[in-house]
């Protein structure tokens, strides 16, 4: 038997079967034509700073009413047989991102809001800096703790007896920003202290994708670090840190100390990121993302504080947090740099249980309070999937159960069972064996009518079971997933 | 019409643009889901194709290569879908898994399966299932490939031998 050759008319053959298999629905039409046409009423490319004034504020009106309605579509029930919700549920990736980053008019609903609510909300706003808006202006330009004005937020509604709602920042930010009239726009990290008082803490630095969220690893940040002080990243993962009772493998080092609230203190004890919530270590990750050994405190959401007498271990905390880079100048023939968080997007959202990633949820102004936990009998509900691997313990040391299908892809059958909300999806292999599988960040489990769809970040309708007898109906090749076998 | 439209959308018309875009959503469609032969990452590279364009039209100097710039475009899209979704991909069985890899004719000569043709050419690099597809679906010659790449012809030719053959590998290994 000859072995299969491809010729010209095979090619065409089979590439004009693939493409008669593109069937773009009337209403995905509709949608994609949509979201470009917001896209490009927004007009611009998101350069950190631009020499004019604001203008995406007139774009982002434009834009939010897709984003709304995307987002509120995405939360639609699969439909009948667990099919896909309507088609044109789900917001494509790139919508998803800018539902992620407040619009200027979410960023007003926010600021009103402030105007009722006690404590400081954290947000990434797509908003511009007026930066001319302070020139001769009375009175101090700086306050306490070295904050001064730096511009006043184009595109929003000042307080009835304000002009302009005035933008302060920090040394390190102040610093790195250019001269003074130049407009600041793009992705900025705001923290919102009041209705009048609100505080520029860096430009998000988007992630290679062109996305938010960096990973929570060492070497994922690696990319940024060289990122001036004006610029911070967004990094969601599990914030830890060892006991301070228990810190061991301290010296004095020479020289000058390091800077303070940086994770080049610490003399043994440490905080980091990491991406996944295992407790009571003695020491950061090698994979993490050291951070000061403050941050816990400062910055988990509800930090549990240990009692002298205890193992000290603290539970981690889910987050998406805001990392800036610190420098060391005292480190070596170089400098050392290093991670320092300066804020926290997310509200109280510790994990559920220590086996279940919860969702992180963006503080918004106008977004929903988080939904109830569902009931696995209930006949349409979401469940969380799992997104980290599964560690267990051998000889006292944390060791991640093994991966497999990273490399080599793994074929099977998606299975389900709306009863076992830890791990309601997973994947039968042809000889018989189970995996358990590590979603990607975001993916959830819908279950409708006595079948579960796996929803991407999107809320797309991903592999689904099907309610029948018959096999279900799709296979699933984790090439590029982590998957893991139990532990 | 066509000139005029695209000196409008480069200029910064977005009526004009979306003219454009209406008449190629479904071209476009076609071409992203042939290369990514998945419905959710050709909408996301068709999307960002559109998106991309509009950013990057005031650098378009020749509008009667709108086609050609247009396609270099969705070949890029498609890349940074398939980087986005590398993490998950879906092999739909619409009842082809039945069928035989490879089937022999009378004369001993072996003809493809979808499957098995589905599965090797997934297996390809985006940029060289981009470059298969403008030639073999879309019908671009050498000559457009070459202008709309900046190389000369003969890097063409090689690419597309290469790309030929990484695909006849993956054939016999999938096989």
Redesign the interface.
């Known amino acids: 038997m000859k072995s299969p050759q491809v010729d010209d008319q095979s090619l065409a053959a089979h590439f004009a079967r693939r493409a008669g298999r593109a069937k773009l629905t009337a209403a995905d039409r509709d949608r994609l034509l949509a979201n470009v046409s917001a896209a490009s009423a927004q007009s611009t490319i998101r350069w950190k700073w631009g020499p004019a004034a604001a203008f995406l504020p007139l774009a982002a009106v434009l834009v939010v009413g897709v984003v709304i309605a995307t987002a509120i579509l995405a939360r639609a029930p699969v439909g009948p047989n667990g099919s896909s919700p309507s088609a044109s549920s789900g917001p494509t990736a790139s919508t998803s991102a800018l539902g992620r980053v407040l619009t200027t008019v979410e960023l007003q609903a926010a600021l009103d809001a402030s105007a009722f609510n006690q404590g400081d909300r954290t947000v990434i706003a797509d908003a511009s800096i007026d930066r001319t808006a302070i020139h001769g202006r009375l009175g101090p330009l700086c306050f306490a703790e070295s904050t001064c004005l730096i511009g006043a937020l184009s595109g929003v509604r000042p307080p009835p007896d304000r002009s302009e709602v005035l933008v302060q920042a920090g040394p390190d930010v102040r610093s790195a920003l250019p001269s003074s009239g130049t407009a600041v726009f793009g992705w900025l990290a705001l923290a919102i202290h009041g209705r009048e008082t609100v505080e520029l803490l860096g430009v998000v630095e988007p992630n290679a994708a062109g996305d938010l969220d960096w990973p929570p690893s060492e070497t994922g940040v690696s990319g940024a670090l060289e990122a001036d002080g004006a610029h911070v990243i967004a990094v969601t993962g599990w914030l830890a840190r060892t006991n301070m009772y228990i810190a061991y493998d301290c010296y004095i080092r020479p020289g000058s100390p390091p800077p303070t609230d940086s994770p080049f203190e610490g003399c043994g004890a440490a905080a980091w990121i990491a991406s996944d919530s295992t407790k009571g270590l003695l020491s950061a990750p090698f994979t993490s993302i050291k951070v000061q050994l403050a941050a816990y405190s400062s910055f988990a959401p509800d930090p549990e504080v240990a009692a002298i007498g205890s193992d000290g271990t603290v539970e981690p905390r889910f987050a998406t947090y805001l990392l800036r880079v610190i420098v060391d100048p005292n480190c070596g023939p170089t400098q050392c740099r290093g991670w320092r968080v300066i804020g926290t997007l997310t509200s109280a959202t510790s994990a559920p249980s220590p086996s279940l990633s919860p969702s992180p949820t963006l503080t918004s102004g106008t977004s929903a309070p988080p939904s109830p936990a569902p009931s696995p009998t209930a006949s349409s509900a979401v469940l969380t999937l799992r997104t980290f691997p599964v560690w267990h313990e051998e000889n006292g040391i944390p060791v991640e159960c093994d991966a497999i299908g990273v490399d080599n892809p793994v074929f099977g059958h998606l299975e389900g069972d709306p009863g076992r909300p830890q791990e309601p999806v997973w994947l039968r292999a042809s000889d018989g064996t189970r995996f358990s599988i590590v979603w990607p960040e975001g993916f959830t489990a819908v279950i409708a009518n006595g079948a579960i769809a796996v929803a991407d970040e999107t809320g797309t309708v991903r592999p689904r079971t099907i309610p029948t007898t018959r096999p279900a109906s799709w296979r699933l090749a984790s090439s590029h997933r982590r998957t893991s076998a139990k532990g | 019409m066509e000139r005029s439209l695209v000196e409008r959308a480069r200029d ?1 018309d ?1 009526d004009a ?2 003219v454009l ?2 008449a190629r ?2 071209s476009v ?6 290369i990514l ?1 998945n ?2 990452d ?3 590279a ?3 194709t ?2 991309s364009a ?2 990057a039209f005031p650098g378009l100097k020749d509008p009667e290569r709108f086609e050609a710039w247009l396609g270099r475009i969705v070949s890029n899209a498609c890349r ?2 398939l ?11 619409d009842g082809s ?1 039945d069928e035989p890899a ?1 089937t ?1 004719d009378g004369s ?5 399966g ?1 499957d ?3 599965r090797a ?1 997934e297996k390809l690099p985006i940029d060289q299932r981009a470059l ?2 403008a030639h ?2 879309d019908g671009r010659t050498l000559d457009e490939l070459a202008s709309e790449l900046a190389v000369p012809i003969g890097t063409v030719k090689s690419r597309l031998f290469t790309a ?1 053959a990484a ?2 590998k993956a ?2 290994a999938q ?1």
Request: aromatic share 12%; hydrophobic share 50%; no cysteine.
């Open positions: 910064g977005r643009f979306e875009v209406r959503v479904d469609y076609g071409t992203a889901f042939t032969g419905a959710s050709a909408q996301d068709t999307q960002e559109f998106i509009w950013r940074m879908s980087r986005h979704r590398r993490t998950i991909r879906e092999l739909p069985m898994v490879v022999i001993g000569a072996a003809t493809i979808a098995l043709f589905d050419f298969l597809v073999h679906l030929r695909l006849q054939l016999e096989a």
